[in-house]
């Protein structure tokens, strides 16, 4: 089974690529089958990782910024892959 873990905070304005560089930088304790970062409009920033998993096994998740580099907490969110079409 693949589970995809959502990591995804909004920045201080002006501050977007302080946290995009911030995000690359985080090691996992472990390597995901597939890492993708995204940046979006108002200063955002999203990283999916894939996982060989189920969705309630314990995974390594990017930690929390420094609380003075974003606007509000960091949003999570776990999916399981119901297959591609």
Same mark, same amino acid.
């Given at each position: /089974? @693949?589970?995809?873990? /959502? +990591?995804?905070? !909004?920045?201080?304005?002006?501050r977007g690529g302080e946290l995009l560089e911030w995000a690359r930088a985080q090691w996992l304790a472990s390597d995901p089958l597939r890492r993708e @970062?995204?940046?979006? !409009?108002?200063? !955002?920033?999203?990283?999916?990782? +894939? +996982? %060989?998993?189920?969705?309630?096994? %314990?995974?390594?998740?990017?930690? %929390?910024? %420094?609380?003075?580099l974003v606007t509000r907490p960091v949003h999570r969110w776990r999916f399981e892959s119901l297959g591609t079409a």
């Open positions: /089974m @693949t589970v995809a873990l /959502m +990591w995804e905070a !909004r920045a201080v304005e002006g @970062t995204f940046a979006a !409009r108002g200063d !955002r920033v999203l990283v999916i990782t +894939w +996982w %060989d998993a189920v969705l309630d096994d %314990d995974l390594p998740e990017l930690p %929390d910024p %420094d609380a003075a």
